[in-house]
């Protein structure tokens, strides 16, 4: 990882945004370096901000009931934890097989 850094800088020499709060006969320590970007999420990125506002209305507890009492009239059949897990372990043994 790349790293510059510049001791005594002149307050001057900076961006008007950077220079707020520093006296403007003042020196400063310029650290640069680049961000590890595989550990940062990808909406924080600038591109990214008009998606990282939207977000979808917090669900009601009446709704949530709804969903739950919809779900359980759905015809869907219920399994026990050990028929998941079963099922689970057969579907992740056909790829040791091959």
Known sequence: MN???LEH?????????????????ATV??????ENRTDASPFTYP????FSDKQPPA?????????VRRSRESDRPSV????AVARIR??????DDE
Do not use: C, H
């Open 80 to 83: 026990t934890t050990e028929e």
């Open 59 to 67: 669900m009601t507890i009446e709704e949530a009931l709804e969903n």
């Open 90 to 95: 057969m579907l992740r043994d056909e790829w």
């Open 9 to 25: 800088y002149p307050v001057s020499k900076l961006p008007e945004e950077l220079r707020q709060g520093f006296a403007a006969s």
């Open 47 to 50: 591109g990214f901000a008009k």
């Open 3 to 5: 790293k510059i850094v």
């Open 29 to 34: 320590k310029v650290v640069v370096e680049e």
